[in-house]
């Protein structure tokens, strides 16, 4: 019986994480809800395909890499919960994320626009940023590894995973996708830096603005020496609203001479807020980077009332124009207090026969004289 048969809905792995659902497909083998009695919380098991292995030396590098991310206690980068074997075959036990997949809203709408694009890229590139402070390199960015969330952050899965996994080139016959949005360094054996990172984060910008890869896996041209020697289609061809700042960014990126890139992912995002006229504290730069989906019924209705007037500046007008009405009767109080009296008629009338005097005579009187002063 294989691996997949036995985990059917119901059954217990490593004594605490009962499955929910049935298996549900994954580029990297197949994944299942969870229910895990030690948290009393539901959770992600990862089921990784058999080209994989479960040899010691592999387990020994992903529990490496676990302890890594513990040591990192970041909510954005969740660490791997567990590690087993089930019939021959490793499994990753994660917790269960919150919002929703890049995979899932691009689904949904297709492209992006380039602001969309823009917003959910400086997201990524300030969690990866620090990560990379700390000297780990995620490697396995794709899509379904990117997880979109309320307040606008991101949180990323699979951190770490392709590094430490023996190379793969296919999963159940077919090519393994997330290798095209891997640097050709990657593809080649070597060792990942941040600018590996950068690359897959340009093909994710690349793809958000395009609806299609770079250089998709399996394709002529995908791998290492074919990037080496072909540009991947001009934004300018395939995405004209794309501004042209952004699309230097995007080649400059995609280079497949890691030194040609940024050299890690802060240094991305101060580049991308830069040139896209976006320079601004870190936490309050943007909305939300879910893009908006179609909404309908209640929803819709709380995306109205949502986008309304704003109240609280409508309020403060009102409390301004209440406060200086209230001083009226203090200025009348003033002016009937310190207000000059009225001169004698008299004096005015003679005032006034010395104005027209002046006025009939220019050059004759000074200003003192018409107030009763000598001639020149």
């Not at 990784?48 to 479960?54: K, N, T, V």
């Not at 941040?194 to 250089?215: C, F, K, N, R």
């Not at 124009?321 to 209230?326: D, Y």
């Amino acid at each position: 019986m294989s691996a997949q048969e036995t985990l059917n809905p119901g059954k217990v792995v490593a004594g605490r994480y009962r499955v929910l659902t049935a298996a549900l497909p994954h580029d990297l083998g197949v994944g299942y809800k969870v229910y895990d009695a030690g948290r009393d919380a539901q959770a992600v098991l990862l089921l990784l395909d058999p080209a994989f292995g479960s040899d010691e030396e592999t387990v020994n590098r992903l529990t490496r890499l676990r302890h890594e991310l513990l040591a990192l206690d970041l909510p954005t980068l969740p660490p791997i919960e567990q590690i087993v074997v089930i019939d021959g075959r490793l499994a990753l036990v994660r917790q269960r994320m919150v919002g929703r997949s890049l995979a899932y809203v691009e689904r949904r709408i297709g492209r992006f626009s380039p602001r969309q694009a823009v917003e959910t890229t400086l997201a990524l590139c300030d969690t990866l940023a620090f990560a990379h402070e700390k000297g780990l390199v995620h490697g396995s960015l794709a899509p379904s590894s990117v997880w979109l969330q309320e307040d606008g952050k991101v949180a990323l899965t699979d951190t770490g995973l392709l590094p430490a996994l023996p190379p793969v080139s296919e999963v159940r016959g077919q090519p393994l996708r997330r290798l095209g949005y891997c640097p050709p360094e990657q593809l080649e054996g070597r060792s990942v830096r941040p600018s590996a990172d950068v690359y897959a984060i340009g093909a994710l910008l690349y793809e958000m603005l395009t609806g299609q890869l770079p250089y998709p896996a399996g394709e002529a041209g995908a791998s290492a020496p074919g990037r080496q020697h072909r540009d991947p289609p001009a934004l300018s061809e395939i995405a004209p609203d794309c501004p042209l700042p952004l699309a230097q960014i995007v080649h400059q990126v995609l280079s497949s001479e890691p030194t040609h890139r940024y050299r890690n992912a802060g240094q991305m995002a101060h580049v991308l807020r830069a040139q896209m006229g976006l320079e601004r504290a870190r936490k309050a730069a943007f909305r939300p980077a879910v893009p908006t989906l179609p909404v309908s019924g209640a929803a819709a209705v709380r995306a109205e009332e949502s986008s309304g007037v704003d109240w609280l500046l409508v309020g403060l007008l009102i409390a301004a124009l209440f406060a200086v009405l209230g001083l009226i009767p203090l200025w009348h109080l003033v002016l009937e207090r310190y207000a000059l009296p009225a001169p004698p008629v008299g004096m005015t009338l003679q005032g006034l026969g010395v104005l027209l005097t002046v006025l009939g005579r220019p050059g004759q009187y000074t200003m003192d004289a018409a107030f009763g002063g000598g001639r020149r």
